[in-house]
Each structure stands twice: as structure tokens, then as C-alpha cells.
């Protein structure tokens, strides 16, 4: 069955340390790619995705993602973290079989602190 | 742009009664909605797609006559929690779909928690 992994369940950093989170797929077809960002006590927000084209995508406030297809991977970087990037980040995976729904990974919770 | 909305953004009931909740999408037309379950420091399960003036499509192991979904128009669809019970107590969360160009993005509402005593 097609799944997403986010290997990093916590995250501690400390502020302007570098990010790099991981996000793995599961499917050999074509795929559309999103990270998302749930701030504490806030929904979820768009902060970057991928559809086709250069593989490097820049999102908001700073962080960009990687696609590498032969890894099936779609990691999340980011070169200097702010205490205010605490939050939960997921990454989700739109897979072209044919059911219109997003699947997601079990999400990393980050901690950046001061 | 792309701004979903949810109503009521938390909601306790007595056990055996019926609770909606609204899912608008405010300035974009949705034909997909879709209805997410969250629990505790878990992520996000997809309970239903729903589209507009169809009927919704549920995703094994969630019972369609417990949940009731509409999708009357273009930016509306409700979840009708109907006869909850405590363990119905979750996060439920809406998205709208904005397609543009064969390209699909879902956009999040901001969530109803639900506490069924």
C-alpha cells in the first residue's frame, strides 16, 4: 500500500541551527508533493509544494524542499531556525491512483529553542 | 487567497445527540472537500471525499450513516456527527480543494474539537 514516512517524530534545535527533515513515499507513479505546518494551536498551512519542474522548491518563511525522485524523497531544509518555527510539520503525498486525497506522514514535531 | 473557514471551532454534547459542522471554503469555489480525523499527537486520517452535489466517499472502516457528509455547493460541505458517544471526542478537520491547471492544492479549515460527554 502506498505510505509516506517521516522518520523524525521530535526534533530539538537550538535557534539558527540548520533543519532538515526527512519525507519518504511508497509509490512508483506520479506524485505531487506538500509540506505543511500545523503552529501550536493553529491549523494546518501551506508552506511549500511540488509539482513538476525543477525539483528544488522554495516555500515561506525560508524553507525549501528537495524532490528526488530516485529516492522518492521530498525533504524539508531550512538554513538557520527561529524559535518562532516550533511546530508540527507534515508532509503529504498526492499519488495519481485515481483517489483525489492526500496522505500524510505521521508528522515531526520540532522545538527550536532560544 | 484560499481561506477555509469552520464552524463552531469547538463543540461539547451529551452523548446520543447529533453535532454539524461547517466546512466553507471563503474565496475560492471548491468542488472536493475533504474530512480529516486528528487525534492526540497524531496525524491527520482522512475519513470522507466529498464532492459537490454527489455523494461523499468514505474510507473503510468509517461508517457513512454515523457520519454524514453534504456538499450543497461550491464552498459548503457539513460533517453531521450523528448520536456521538465519547469515543466520536476527536479533532475534525475540513480542507478545500483549489485546482488550477490539473494542479491540486488542499487548503486547511482550522479544525472542531469535538467533546462528547
Known amino acids: 500500500a502506498q505510505s509516506v514516512s517521516q522518520h523524525n517524530h521530535h526534533v530539538i534545535l537550538s535557534e539558527a541551527a540548520s533543519l532538515e527533515l526527512g519525507c519518504n513515499y511508497s509509490?512508483?507513479?506520479?506524485?505531487?508533493l506538500f509540506w505543511y505546518v500545523q503552529y501550536p494551536g493553529q491549523h494546518l498551512q501551506l508552506l511549500l509544494k511540488?509539482?513538476?519542474?525543477?525539483?528544488l522548491v522554495k516555500g515561506i518563511k525560508g524553507f525549501e524542499a528537495e524532490f528526488i525522485k530516485s529516492k522518492f524523497s521530498f525533504n524539508l531544509r531550512k538554513p538557520s531556525v527561529q524559535w518562532s518555527d516550533t511546530a508540527e510539520y507534515f508532509c503529504?503525498?498526492?499519488?495519481?491512483?485515481?483517489?483525489?486525497?492526500?496522505?500524510f506522514g505521521s508528522g515531526t514535531r520540532l522545538q527550536v529553542q532560544p | 487567497g484560499a481561506v477555509v473557514s469552520q464552524h463552531p471551532s469547538w463543540v461539547i454534547c451529551k452523548s446520543g445527540t447529533s453535532v454539524k459542522i461547517e466546512c466553507r471554503s471563503l474565496?475560492?469555489?471548491?468542488?472536493?472537500m475533504f474530512w480529516y480525523r486528528q487525534f492526540p499527537k497524531q496525524s491527520l486520517m482522512l475519513m470522507a471525499t466529498?464532492?459537490?452535489?454527489?455523494?461523499?466517499?468514505?474510507e473503510q472502516g468509517v461508517e457513512k450513516d454515523k457520519f454524514l457528509i453534504n456538499h450543497a455547493s461550491l464552498t459548503l460541505s457539513t460533517l453531521t456527527v450523528t448520536s456521538a458517544h465519547p469515543e466520536d471526542s476527536s479533532f475534525y478537520i475540513c480542507?478545500?480543494?483549489?485546482?488550477?491547471?490539473?494542479?491540486?492544492?488542499?487548503?486547511f479549515g482550522p479544525g472542531t474539537r469535538l467533546l462528547v460527554l
Open positions: 480542507s478545500a480543494s483549489s485546482r488550477q491547471d490539473r494542479r491540486e492544492t488542499q487548503y
Open positions: 509509490y512508483g507513479g506520479t506524485v505531487n
Open positions: 511540488y509539482f513538476s519542474g525543477d525539483p
Open positions: 503529504a503525498v498526492f499519488m495519481d491512483t485515481g483517489r483525489r486525497a492526500l496522505t
Open positions: 474565496d475560492f469555489q471548491a468542488t472536493t
Open positions: 466529498s464532492n459537490e452535489g454527489s455523494k461523499a466517499t468514505y
